[in-house]
T-cell receptor, first 116, second 115 residues
Framework: DGGITQSPKYLFRKEGQNVTLSCEQN?????MYWYRQDPGQGLRLIYY???????QKGDIAEGYSVSREKKESFPLTVTSAQKNPTAFYLC???????????????FGPGTRLTVL | GQQLNQSPQSMFIQEGEDVSMNCTSS?????WLWYKQDPGEGPVLLIA?????ELTSNGRLTAQFGITRKDSFLNISASIPSDVGIYFC???????????????FGKGTKLSVIP
C-alpha cells in the first residue's frame, strides 16, 4: 500500500531535550512538508522540501530543524529552543509545488508530542 | 500567508440532516481541496476541485468550485455519526520569495452529529 507513515504516534520528552519525529512516504512524491496543529487551530507550516537535499523554512520554523537526505524520508527535529513544543505534528507529501493539481497533499497519521 | 475564511466554525446537527459549509478567499485559487480530520488522526482528502464551476461528488459529499474562483462549498447529505470531525478547505498560493506554491488551510468546521 502506498502512503505516508509517521512514528511514533505518541511521544513524551522532558523539557530541554531534542526529539526527532519520523516521516516516510512511498508515494514517489518530490515534495514533503511538516505542519504543527494546536487545539482548535488550523495547520501551520514548519518546513517543506521540494526535492532531495533541499528544504525551506515555513511560517513557524524557529526551534525546528529538518533534513532530506532521501526522497522517501523527511525527519523533523524539535529542538530545546522551541519554546512551546507540545502539539500535534503532521507530515504530508505532494507530487510538486507548482500551483496546480499535483500540489494536492496527502497526510500521515500524525505524532502527538508532549513535553513534560 | 494567504487567508481562507471557513464557515461555520462549528455545527451541531441531527443525524439524517444535510450539512453545508463554505470557504472564501480574497484571492483567486486554481485548486480547491476539502479534507476531513478525525480526532487524533491526519487529514484525509475528500474532494479535489480543479476547474471553476466544477461540481464533484464523493458518495454523500458534494463540493463545488465557485465560478469566481474565490470560494468553494461542501455539502454532506443525510449525515451519519461517522461524519463527525473537522472539515478543512485548502488551496495553493504562491509562497513569497521561494518560487513555490504552498497550501493554505481554513481554520476548519467542526461537525458534531447527534444520533
Amino acid at each position: 500500500d502506498g502512503g505516508i507513515t509517521q512514528s511514533p504516534k505518541y511521544l513524551f520528552r522532558k523539557e530541554g531535550q531534542n526529539v526527532t519525529l519520523s516521516c516516510e512516504q512511498n508515494l514517489n512524491h518530490d515534495a514533503m512538508y511538516w505542519y504543527r496543529q494546536d487545539p482548535g487551530q488550523g495547520l501551520r507550516l514548519i518546513y517543506y522540501s521540494q526535492i532531495v537535499n533541499d528544504f525551506q523554512k515555513g511560517d513557524i520554523a524557529e526551534g525546528y530543524s529538518v533534513s532530506r537526505e532521501k526522497k522517501e524520508s523527511f525527519p523533523l527535529t524539535v529542538t530545546s529552543a522551541q519554546k512551546n513544543p507540545t502539539a500535534f505534528y503532521l507530515c504530508a507529501s505532494s507530487i510538486s509545488t507548482s500551483g496546480g493539481p499535483t500540489d494536492t497533499q496527502y497526510f500521515g497519521p500524525g505524532t502527538r508530542l508532549t513535553v513534560l | 500567508g494567504q487567508q481562507l475564511n471557513q464557515s461555520p466554525q462549528s455545527m451541531f446537527i441531527q443525524e439524517g440532516e444535510d450539512v453545508s459549509m463554505n470557504c472564501t478567499s480574497s484571492s483567486i485559487f486554481n485548486t480547491w481541496l476539502w479534507y476531513k480530520q478525525d480526532p487524533g488522526e491526519g487529514p484525509v482528502l475528500l474532494i479535489a476541485l480543479y476547474k471553476a464551476g466544477e461540481l464533484t461528488s464523493n458518495g454523500r459529499l458534494t463540493a463545488q468550485f465557485g465560478i469566481t474562483r474565490k470560494d468553494s462549498f461542501l455539502n454532506i447529505s443525510a449525515s451519519i455519526p461517522s461524519d463527525v470531525g473537522i472539515y478543512f478547505c485548502a488551496g495553493p498560493y504562491a509562497y513569497s520569495g521561494a518560487g513555490s506554491y504552498q497550501l493554505t488551510f481554513g481554520k476548519g468546521t467542526k461537525l458534531s452529529v447527534i444520533p
